[in-house]
């Protein structure tokens, strides 16, 4: 049983989760937990105190007051190996990311089912502490994934099933990205654009995706990714 701090402004989410997480199935008791809740920011640290006396936060990006990333940035300052789970609906892939390099270990998009909540909060206790930065070193929606190279992923669902992915990284969607980059595109970027789209499908989809996951063309989301790495590189 772990002791789990619940931040969040919407009365429904809290009691939804705390429900969830306290009452777990017969067929699998270990998902049983404390919880506490807290119902906005400066309430949510109150609570936290100096992280020692939790295992987990479930933490809302969007609150009154204090927002989820600043709130996660104080608690990473008070307990460097804290395990905190970004829990929004209104979030982007671009939101995941920062909220990772911030020292999330997760990030959960709103609505989800009782089941992926769960499998998402096992994944994250079993986490080493502060695992943070890229996708494959943190999770969406409780799936984890390996890079294997070449484009291909191991991908862990919840619940502890693997599938192997091949990303297949179209022509035209490489002449796409070949025009906005200046000079040869280095290797390593075709490796993590493929892990960029594998993120953004189990972000929209909490989902294993096909065993080959084709893209033909450049979304808006991969260009903002290309663009920030640019901006970094320039």
């Known amino acids: 049983m772990a002791r789990i701090l619940v931040v969040d402004d919407e009365t429904t989410i809290r009691m939804m989760i705390r429900m969830a997480l306290e009452w777990a199935p017969p067929s699998a008791p270990h998902f049983s937990h404390e919880v506490a809740v807290a119902d906005e920011?400066?309430?949510g640290l109150q609570a936290y105190g100096n992280g020692q006396a939790w295992d987990l936060?479930?933490?809302?990006?969007?609150?009154?007051?204090?927002?989820?990333?600043?709130?996660?940035?104080?608690?990473?300052?008070?307990?460097?190996s804290a395990r905190i789970?970004?829990?929004?609906?209104?979030?982007?892939?671009?939101?995941?990311?920062?909220a990772m390099q911030a020292g999330a270990t997760d990030f959960l998009r709103k609505p989800f089912t009782a089941d992926i909540l769960r499998g998402a909060?096992?994944?994250?206790?079993?986490?080493?502490?502060?695992?943070?930065?890229?996708?494959?070193?943190?999770?969406?929606?409780?799936?984890?994934?390996?890079?294997l190279g070449d484009n291909?992923?191991?991908?862990?669902?919840?619940?502890?099933?693997?599938?192997e992915v091949q990303v297949q990284?179209?022509?035209?969607?490489?002449?796409?990205?070949?025009k906005i980059v200046p000079g040869p595109v280095p290797?390593?970027?075709?490796?993590?654009?493929?892990?960029?789209?594998?993120?953004?499908?189990?972000?929209?989809?909490s989902d294993f995706p096909p065993a080959e996951l084709r893209?033909?063309?450049l979304t808006t989301g991969l260009r903002r990714w290309i663009d920030a790495i640019l901006t970094r590189t320039a």
């Open 41 to 43: 920011g400066e309430a």
């Open 57 to 80: 936060v479930l933490l809302d990006q969007r609150m009154p007051g204090l927002e989820g990333i600043e709130v996660l940035r104080r608690m990473r300052e008070r307990n460097p």
């Open 85 to 98: 789970m970004m829990v929004t609906a209104f979030g982007t892939i671009d939101l995941a990311f920062r």
């Open 121 to 147: 909060v096992q994944q994250a206790l079993q986490a080493p502490p502060a695992e943070t930065s890229r996708f494959g070193q943190a999770a969406i929606n409780g799936f984890r994934f390996s890079s």
């Open 152 to 163: 291909r992923f191991r991908v862990r669902n919840p619940v502890g099933e693997q599938q």
């Open 169 to 178: 990284l179209q022509p035209a969607l490489r002449r796409q990205v070949e």
């Open 187 to 205: 290797d390593p970027w075709w490796q993590e654009l493929a892990e960029e789209v594998l993120a953004n499908h189990v972000w929209q989809h």
């Open 215 to 217: 893209v033909e063309e």
